[in-house]
Every structure is written in C-alpha cells, then in structure tokens.
C-alpha cells in the first residue's frame, strides 16, 4: 500500500483519491480553502457533456475571436499581460488552431468521455450521490442561430448515430422553452442520455463520503507552499505551512496552483485561466427553464436546470487570474439570457460566480508522469473538468499502481 498525498479538493481531486482507494492505496488529501470545491468545482455549468468536448483551438476560431473582441456582450475578453505566460500559451494556442489537429484531439476526448460516462456510472453504483447531486440525463441540445454553421455542423451530425441534427421546429419541439427565445434559430444538434449535476453538491457528499474509508485522511484550510525532495531528485513529501506531509507518491491536482508547485521542482505546466462566469437563478412557479441542457452555440452560453434552479454558464475571458465579479460582463450575460430564455428563471434573485478554468493549449487535459519521481499530473481539464474528472481519475490511478493505461495516452500526457 502507497501513501498518496492528493493536493487538490475540487472534483478532479476528490476523484483522483476515489480511484486511488480503490486500487488499495491510502490517501492523504490537501486542500488550501476551508471547503472542498471552492475553486472552478463551486458554481460551475454542471454539465456532464461526454459527446461535446471539441477543443477551443479551431480553425476559423483566430478570425471568430476578433468579432467576439468586437461584440459587446461577446462570449471574448482579452487583457494583455506583460508575462510570458500568457503569451506563450496563446502562441501554442493558435499553433492547434488547425483543423486536423483539432479532429485529432476531438477524437482522443471522445474516447476520454466515454471512459469518464463508464467510470462515473461506477462510481455513482458504488457511493450513490445522484440525489444528492441533483442529478439528471434529459440530454443536450447545441443551438445554431447561423444557418451556414448549422448545415456544416448537421451534415457531420447525419453520419453519427448519436447525434440528431434538428431544425428549428423540431428544436421546439422538443425543448418548449426556446419558443419564448427572441433568437432566430437555424436548428440544433440534439445527443440523447448527456447529464446535469451540482457539482460542487458531488464534491461535497464524495467528501463525506471518502471520509468513511480508514484509510482517508483530508487536511482543509492547509496551504502547501512546496515539494519536498530525497537527495536523488524524487518527491517524498509536501511542505505545508502547518509542517511537512511525507507521502510515496504526490498526485497535482490543484488548478493553477499546480504550476507553481510543478515549477518549484523544473516541471512547466502549460496552463492558463480561462475565466469564466455562471449565473444560479431559482426557478419557482409560473417559470419556464429549459428540461434539456441547451448550448447556444454562437453565444458560448450554456444553460442546465439543476434541482429548483437553473445555472448559465459562459465566457471565455483571458484576463490572467482575476476571479473578480466584472459587473459588465454580469451584465451581458444577464442581456443574454433574458433575451433566449425570458421566462425561465428569476434572473433578478441570481446568484453571481466567476471562476478560473485551468486550461492548456490544446484543450487536452495532462495526466500521468510528471518527469520528476513520484510526482503525478492530473491538470488542464478547462472547461470539462466535471465531465473528464472521473476518467482522468481512473487513468492517474492506473498508472501510478503500475498497470497500462485504459486508453492511449497520446495527447494527454506532458
């Protein structure tokens, strides 16, 4: 048995020391804030989306951006930073903005939903947190409002059996909320059996529930300030400003705190924030929310009823890490929403969030060896951190117990 220090309390990091456990190891987990996912897990679009998982970098997406720059309530901002970081992310950024690369890396997250669908379905068996979570499988519906991406997009759909291209009546149809919307739509594409779940209500009862295990221990409100090293280069442990953790092994699993940590021992992590906002809004009598979790696709609004309330999600804003509530783009978001979905939700009483989504370059998260003995990767999930958490989990768990890899971990590894 493996002492197994997991430094991270949101849901990539819960999962990982889930999967840990299983495989027999003891784990210790580490989380800087007093609760378990208060970072990008807290609020986020509660979306288990195993089928939707292209990648940002596209080709066309360098053009696109430049008219989201120019919109007003455009899912885009960009602030440019005197560090290398961001700029060097955005340079690897563009260099995937490349039609067969991103079919590549489409193909390799589809393959990692599926063994994330399957793993979940485990682990929901094994600790039953549906209820809990508020967790439903009404399916997912991408709205087109350009009829030239929709018939690009329908066309592809047409060979995948998984996927239903829908025109616009047939979009209403089955979604009777979009007939409020003041959008024109050009149809939709519509997955069958996709979820929606509390994500951080999963964190929160996946907590409770580790702490059954006897061989569970969590330290929260503990901040780790660095790794500690044998004399031959391996990590033997953490440094935390309550005193040192000795561990066999230390999986990362903190965001963007991650780099800094990796950094310490020359490892370069290529993360970046991608910001996000979300809106949480009870639904009450008398409202209209959408049953099926809906994408607009041109918007980049994503929109799920989770229990009595209806959580939006949007944004893409490279800002560096700024988790600040920017009252101008609350207040796009708000002029969004309420022109789609006017009658879905008391948008005056929402809840307002913003997070930082540890993106990399590619879109692929980074999992598996780090380079550096006994220090595991399981980073850069961006915005499909709920959705990839569970097979990210399992791949981690996997490979530090000395066994091959479910899946191949082309693109997927540092």
């Known amino acids: 048995m493996k002492h197994c220090v997991v430094i991270g309390g949101g849901v990539v990091g819960l999962t990982t020391a889930w ?27 509660g979306q288990l989306s195993y089928r939707y998982v292209s990648p940002l970098a596209d080709a066309g997406v360098p053009l696109k951006a430049l008219r989201w720059l120019l919109d007003p309530d455009g899912p885009l901002r960009f602030k440019p930073e005197a560090r290398w970081a961001q700029w060097s992310w955005l340079l690897a950024f563009l260099g995937n903005c490349r039609g067969p690369v991103n079919r590549r890396t489409t193909e390799r997250l589809l393959a990692l939903g599926a063994l994330s669908q399957a793993a979940f379905a485990r682990l929901q068996a094994a600790a039953g947190l549906g209820e809990v979570m508020a967790l439903r499988a009404p399916g997912k ?61 999963f964190c929160a009862a996946l907590h409770q529930r580790l702490g059954a295990e006897a061989h569970f221990r969590s330290r929260l409100g503990v901040q780790v300030e660095g790794l500690r090293l044998d004399p031959n280069g391996a990590v033997i442990g953490v440094q935390t400003a309550d005193g040192d953790v000795a561990a066999d092994t230390v999986v990362l ?124 990767l399981n980073v850069g999930h961006g915005a499909l951190g709920f ?28």
């Open 141 to 201: 519906l991408v709205v087109y409002r350009r009829p030239a991406e929709f018939a690009r997009v329908a066309a592809r759909a047409r060979g995948c059996a998984a996927e239903q291209a829908l025109s616009h009546d047939e979009c209403v149809a089955l979604e009777p909320a979009l007939a409020d919307t003041e959008a024109t739509l050009a149809g939709g594409i519509f997955t069958p059996g996709e979820a929606v779940a509390d994500c951080q209500a």
């Open 253 to 376: 699993a903190a965001g963007l705190h991650s780099r800094v940590l990796a950094a310490q021992v020359g490892v370069r992590l290529p993360l970046y924030p991608l910001k996000g906002y979300s809106l949480t809004a009870p639904v009450e009598a008398g409202h209209r929310p959408p049953e099926v979790s809906v994408t607009d696709f041109e918007k980049k609004i994503l929109y799920a009823r989770i229990g009595a309330q209806l959580r939006v999600a949007a944004m893409v804003d490279l800002v560096g890490e700024d988790a600040s509530l920017d009252p101008g783009r609350l207040a796009s978001l708000q002029r969004s929403v309420r022109a789609t979905f006017p009658h879905a939700a008391d948008y005056d009483r929402a809840t307002p969030w913003a997070g930082l989504r540890p993106a990399t370059p590619s879109g692929a998260p980074i999992v598996g060896a780090s380079g550096v003995p006994g220090l595991w």
């Open 19 to 45: 999967a840990l456990l299983e495989r027999g190891h003891a784990v210790t987990l580490l989380e800087r804030e007093p609760e378990v996912a208060r970072g990008a897990s807290l609020a986020n679009g």
């Open 387 to 414: 959705t990839f958490s569970f097979a990210t989990a399992n791949l981690v768990a996997e490979l530090l117990s000395g066994r091959p890899s479910p899946l191949p971990l082309d693109g997927l590894t540092l």
